[in-house]
């Protein structure tokens, strides 16, 4: 990839020697120094990287089926066999029509990027891009090093997350590679990724994916022996950033670790993530319900991140708990997502969770996401904005939703409707027992868009195994819950000592109006 970057902007001369010149260009592209030479700034860069991860496959030769094969092309096609790459349907750069008469120079230089295994971009910077793939167990190991180095500093040494590369922790970096590789390409049926599908994914789902690369680059700016706590003249320097020495997740979840960390800083940005996050809520702690759900939530001035993890239900469901959530959807129509039972859903919310009494609350900000098996976000749309609610009893199937209408304010006479879900839709029953996820693609769309890498219609109901939120702030944000809490206790224990009864109907509804539980435009309790 470096060698290829490296000819920029000349990349029919790639691959090239990584002399002065060169990484000079290589670090003027990776950091995104380069301004105006790139008129379509992140655009063009992803292109570039594509083409510097890409092989090409120049087609097979055409032959005669009614003309036998002599000895002498049969053994031409087993020495054009034996040429390609490992990976299958894929031609690596044979050298087809290039000159017979080679420099001594140039045998040099591709003895040279052959030892470093570059040869596979040899002389292809101008041909067709639709011809080219990036097999996919190159880019597995480029988003494990991406995975890595996502939360890299400009002057942090690499050799810090040197133990994530062993062990249970080698394993999980590999198993959320492969959860973002899905997003580009379904490794059983393809062997590689085309530029359209990196193109669509990227700026969906991926944005910041490169991003990790900005600060690995800054290492080649600077020599190791620079002390950038100290200045030549008295000019005193701004103190150190007390946050750089904390851990990256102070606390380990059920579901978030260092690996989803960095999964969701290719999404979200990471000084919002990194050392930034506290968990609010785990119902393996707190218990799976609505009321410690309020309890622990409520009242954080601040984004937040929920996630759910569970493993789906058999269709027909079997036991009598799954067949009861069962009966408040709607008959399943769609098929499973993807083969693997395990999955992981998410959404970010930068407003303040709430009780919806009548309708949903939200913005465009919110997101609504799969980290596996499948890696994909689903924005916010700007025309339907069902984006949230949390309703609880005895409001019709009370829960939280993410994409679904408000639920009805009383259960309807007779059987329970089934529950109405949006086109693209998450849902928690009340129990935070089971959830179902829905993809309606052929319905156009709801208050989150259609995926545009998967282009049909699939359903996912989970039994939930894990459910967590957590807080994106720091330590004034916790200050600022807790200010809010204990605000709200004086006032019940204020209204608590309210002297009801004394026969002025009159006071006692003004004592009651004043308290907040009657009148105005707020029912009353809200604010438990």
Request: charged share 25%; with cysteine; hydrophobic share 35%.
């Amino acid at each position: 990839m470096i060698s290829y970057l490296g000819a920029f902007p000349f990349s029919q001369d790639a691959p090239v020697v990584l002399g002065f010149e060169q990484m000079i260009m290589v670090v003027v592209i990776m950091t995104q120094r380069y301004q105006r030479v790139l008129k379509k700034g992140n655009r063009d860069r992803t292109k570039l990287l594509f083409r510097s991860l890409a092989v090409y496959d120049r087609g097979e030769p055409h032959h005669d089926d009614n003309k036998p094969e002599t000895s002498k092309e049969t053994h031409t096609n087993e020495r054009s066999s034996a040429a390609r790459s490992h990976i299958a349907g894929f031609s690596v750069d044979d050298a087809a029509n290039d000159n017979d008469e080679e420099e001594d120079d140039d045998d040099l230089a591709l003895a040279a990027l052959e030892s470093l295994e570059a040869i596979e971009v040899f002389r292809h910077g101008d041909a067709p891009i639709a011809q080219a793939s990036i097999p996919s167990d190159n880019l597995k190991k480029l988003i494990m090093l991406l995975l890595l180095i996502a939360p890299l500093g400009t002057q942090v040494s690499l050799a810090r997350h040197a133990e994530r590369l062993s062990g249970d922790q080698l394993e999980s970096l590999r198993r959320t590679a492969d959860n973002i590789l899905g997003a580009f390409v379904n490794v059983e049926k393809l062997p590689g990724v085309k530029v359209h599908q990196f193109n669509t994914v990227i700026p969906i789902s991926l944005p910041y994916l490169f991003n990790g690369f900005n600060a690995l680059f800054e290492h080649f700016l600077f020599s190791k022996n620079i002390d950038f706590t100290k200045r030549r003249d008295s000019t005193p320097l701004p103190p150190p950033d007390p946050t750089t020495d904390q851990p990256l997740l102070p606390q380990i979840g059920e579901i978030l670790d260092l690996d989803v960390l960095s999964q969701l800083s290719f999404f979200l940005p990471g000084d919002t993530l990194f050392r930034r996050l506290r968990l609010l809520y785990s119902g393996g702690d707190a218990g799976f319900s609505m009321g410690s759900f309020q309890t622990k939530v409520f009242n954080w001035r601040a984004p937040t991140i929920l996630l759910v993890s569970g493993n789906r239900v058999s269709d027909p469901p079997v036991g009598g708990q799954e067949r009861g959530f069962a009966d408040t959807l709607p008959p399943k129509r769609f098929p499973d997502s993807s083969k693997s039972s395990h999955v992981v859903f998410g959404v970010y919310l930068s407003q303040p969770w709430h009780q919806s009494h009548k309708e949903c609350f939200g913005d465009t900000d919110t997101l609504l996401f799969q980290l596996e098996p499948v890696h994909e976000v689903f924005h916010a749309s700007t025309i339907n904005k069902d984006y949230i609610s949390f309703t609880k009893s005895p409001t019709s199937h009370a829960g939280i939703a993410f994409g679904s209408p408000h639920p009805k304010t009383k259960p309807t006479a007779g059987l329970p409707p089934h529950v109405s879900l949006g086109a693209v839709s998450l849902m928690l029953d009340s129990s935070f027992e089971f959830g179902v996820f829905t993809h309606n693609y052929t319905s156009g769309g709801g208050a989150f868009h259609n995926s545009e890498s998967r282009k049909h219609d699939w359903q996912d109901r989970f039994e939930v195994e894990s459910l967590e939120v957590w807080g994106c702030g720091g330590d004034k944000e916790q200050e600022e819950q807790r200010q809010r809490w204990e605000w709200e206790e004086r006032e019940a224990e204020a209204r608590r000592k309210i002297n009801l009864g004394t026969g002025d109907i009159e006071a006692d509804m003004a004592l009651l109006e004043m308290a907040g539980l009657i009148g105005g435009s707020r029912s009353g309790g809200s604010m438990n």
